[in-house]
């Protein structure tokens, strides 16, 4: 039988200091899932991810990456991070998308290294996924919130990963352009075969979208199929949360003119 878990987590803990922000958390992503994590304001979503990435040392318990443990899991290139700051460039920012695009090649190429015309066709190639082909000589710093984390997931896609990791990539893309983005997630998902893993605060959108749903709070309270979360009562989530929560929420983003 073949082993499809892309994400083993198994009892793990950590604290930065002396206060412990994730506690004891198990779970299992399997390949072609797509996972939604929500939990409220410093519940530990972003410090899970840097666990999950390698980048903080679980105080306690095992992570393992396509059946490797974290330490010593070499393949970085199958793993795409998209992080939520990642559209806030400036417009004086001198580099163009199809730069950026190509700087996703780094950890495969090594950092010096020129890029050759095979990888400007792999990055023209991720931009065509994400539309965004006709903005390669475009400098990133003139797009809006949206077409930049566009550029930005392209970015994370050039190198060809079987599993892509977002970080709240919706703040700052207005309303509008939120369907949009879901479609490109389901697109990754269903056509490229991506396993997606992504925060969001926007609880009732991505359980509309995600196939399975982690709700944390340091610990884990729901890790399953989004149509059982979807029978949590607002009151059950009101609890968790510490303040009321409606499961149908919707992203009030600032509207960029641009998008
Ligand atoms: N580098 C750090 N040093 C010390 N404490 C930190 C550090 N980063 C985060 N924390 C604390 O750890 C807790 C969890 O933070 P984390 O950013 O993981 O939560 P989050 O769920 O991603 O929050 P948000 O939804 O607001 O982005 C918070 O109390 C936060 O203040």
């Known amino acids: 039988m073949t082993d499809n878990k892309v994400l083993e987590m198994d009892n793990v803990s950590f604290k930065y200091e002396k206060e412990t922000?994730?506690?004891d958390v198990s779970l299992t992503i399997e390949a072609g899932q797509f996972f939604g994590l929500v939990g409220p304001n410093g519940s530990g979503k972003s410090t899970l991810i840097k666990l999950m990435l390698g980048l903080l040392k679980p105080t306690k318990g095992?992570?393992?990456?396509?059946?490797?443990?974290?330490?010593?899991?070499?393949h970085w290139e199958e793993?795409?991070?998209v992080s939520q700051k990642a559209n806030s460039f400036n417009s004086g920012f001198p580099a163009t998308?199809?730069?950026?695009?190509?700087?996703?090649?780094?950890?495969?190429?090594?950092?010096?290294?020129?890029?050759?015309?095979?990888?400007?066709?792999?990055?023209?190639?991720?931009?065509?996924?994400?539309?965004?082909?006709?903005?390669?000589?475009h400098n990133i710093?003139?797009?809006?919130?949206?077409?930049?984390?566009?550029?930005?997931?392209a970015r994370a896609l050039v190198s060809d990963p079987k599993f892509l990791i977002l970080d709240e990539p919706t703040v700052g893309v207005d309303a509008k352009h939120v369907a949009d983005f879901y479609q490109l997630l389901h697109k990754l998902n269903r056509n490229e075969g991506i396993t997606l893993l992504m925060v969001s605060h926007d609880i009732?959108?991505?359980?509309?979208?995600?196939?399975?749903?982690?709700?944390?709070?340091?610990t884990i309270h729901f890790h399953g199929e989004s149509h059982e979360y979807k029978a949590f009562s607002n009151e059950d989530l009101s609890r968790l949360y510490g303040h009321p929560v409606q499961q149908l929420t919707h992203n009030h983003g600032e509207v960029d003119p641009r998008d």
């Open 62 to 74: 095992s992570i393992k990456l396509f059946g490797s443990p974290v330490r010593s899991f070499k």
């Open 204 to 218: 009732g959108t991505i359980t509309e979208h995600a196939s399975h749903v982690l709700c944390m709070n340091k």
């Open 79 to 81: 793993i795409g991070f």
């Open 21 to 23: 922000v994730v506690k």
């Open 141 to 153: 710093g003139e797009l809006s919130g949206g077409q930049q984390q566009r550029v930005f997931i």
């Open 97 to 137: 998308v199809l730069e950026v695009v190509k700087t996703g090649l780094i950890s495969k190429t090594g950092l010096f290294r020129f890029y050759n015309k095979n990888d400007r066709e792999k990055a023209m190639q991720a931009l065509k996924t994400v539309e965004m082909e006709d903005y390669f000589n």
